[in-house]
């Protein structure tokens, strides 16, 4: 018998930097699959929800929410760049320059800017640039993350059999334009008019301000490999128990996966923060401190680190958005936990055992409730 088996993703010695990997898959992004996002993250941001709104904004339609952009490009890369990975460790200047509409295709790829050796010579950690661009060529989504991967190479993983596209360039925004806006809103953004909506301006929050979101949401395993499988993710860490049980896991089970720990804790805050929200700016600073487990319930908390007017009727504001388990937020935050501070840079003893996320988030934001 002839037997074949196969791997993807690639160890430490497979990485070159300076390599680009295009993804394998290309996905037109549905009506379907956006609603079922939609029905998955309870998120206030009126822009990503409302077509009618979207319109009234200067987009010709809703567009997908970024964050499930965010999720397919890290999805996407898995197979290329993380499937041996043993734990994503960052994510770096995740930004969305294009609108992305239901019916438009999207692909991936993704450039290795830094690879280094743990001094343990076990390990080590790969950085990399994900671009996730449509069918036009337009970026919707570009973001770099790192990721910590096992030494030695991979046997067995087949042949792409393409041959090397060469890198586009990116097309630069017109001069003085914002480049984490889409060209529709270079100019003064158009700020809809409405009758309802959740409260929070740019005028009611002041830098130092923290929010306690304490409604929380527990997550289900049929809920979080579903959404996985949506996202193209192919970690078997995240949807295969017998791979799991096999030592694998730091948790012994199935892992959720870190795209959707940070989409829930988003949502969480979206009531608080996002109502009046018009495009989300970008993340930067992020990391998962700590893994989520089917039956974790999820809350997060968010700290206002910046806030500067970006024209007539907005302003851009930075929150420390900030994701932790199973224990509500205001009791950690009574109890002198500090949680806005990074996981990374506290001693041993300050840790927070509960956090699991933390990420900064910057948003344009309606400055002021409409008079009258």
Same mark, same amino acid.
């Given at each position: ?18 390599? +680009? ?13 956006? &609603? ?36 397919? $490009? ?31 295709? %999207? ?23 994900? *671009? ?23 046997? !067995? ?7 090397? %596209?060469?890198? &586009? ?27 309802? $909506? ?6 009611? /929050? ?39 049980? !096999? !030592? ?7 892992? %959720?996966?870190? $795209? ?12 608080? +923060? ?22 974790? +319930? ?13 024209? &007539?009727?907005?302003?851009? *504001? ?17 109890? !002198?936990?500090?949680? /806005? ?10 840790? *927070? ?20």
């Amino acid at each position: 018998m002839d037997l074949r088996t196969f791997k993807y993703g690639r160890m430490l010695e497979d990485f070159e930097v300076g390599a +680009t990997y295009e993804h394998p898959w290309e996905v037109t992004v549905d009506a379907g699959s956006i &609603a079922l996002f939609q029905a998955c993250f309870l998120d206030a941001t009126p822009a990503y929800a409302s077509a009618v709104y979207a319109r009234d904004m200067g987009l010709r339609d809703r567009p997908v929410h970024p964050l499930l952009l965010l999720n397919l $490009g890290l999805s996407f890369s898995v197979h290329d760049v993380s499937e041996q990975a043993i734990a994503h460790l960052a994510y770096l200047d995740v930004h969305f320059p294009n609108a992305c509409f239901a019916g438009d295709t %999207v692909n991936a790829s993704s450039k290795v800017l830094g690879v280094k050796t743990a001094s343990t010579g076990d390990k080590g950690v790969v950085h990399v640039r994900t *671009v996730l661009a449509k069918q036009d060529g337009r970026t919707v989504c570009a973001f770099e993350r790192k990721a910590l991967v096992r030494a030695g190479k991979v046997q !067995g993983r087949p042949d792409p059999g393409y041959p090397p %596209v060469p890198e &586009a360039p990116e097309v630069p925004p017109p001069a003085g334009a914002d480049r984490r806006l889409p060209p529709e809103m270079h100019e003064l953004v158009r700020v809809p008019k409405r009758s309802r $909506g959740f409260a929070g301006f740019a005028d009611d /929050f002041a830098v130092g301000d923290v929010l306690a979101h304490d409604i929380g949401k527990t997550v289900s395993d049929a809920e979080h490999m579903q959404m996985t499988f949506l996202c193209r993710n192919t970690h078997p860490l995240h949807y295969d128990e017998v791979y799991c049980k !096999g !030592g694998a896991s730091f948790a012994g089970t199935r892992v %959720v996966y870190g $795209g959707l720990v940070f989409a829930w804790c988003a949502s969480l805050a979206s009531r608080d +923060t996002c109502g009046n929200v018009l495009w989300d700016l970008g993340f930067d600073n992020g990391a998962h401190p700590s893994g989520v487990v089917a039956g974790d +319930t999820l809350f997060a908390a968010s700290k206002v680190t910046k806030k500067e007017r970006h024209d &007539a009727a907005t302003s851009a *504001v930075t929150f420390r958005l900030v994701g932790m388990k199973n224990k509500l937020p205001s009791e950690l935050l009574r109890a !002198g936990a500090d949680l /806005f501070t990074s996981e990374l840079s506290k001693e041993k003893g300050a840790k *927070v055992a509960e956090k699991v996320f933390e990420i900064d988030r910057t948003v344009l934001m309606r400055t002021s409730r409409p008079a009258g």
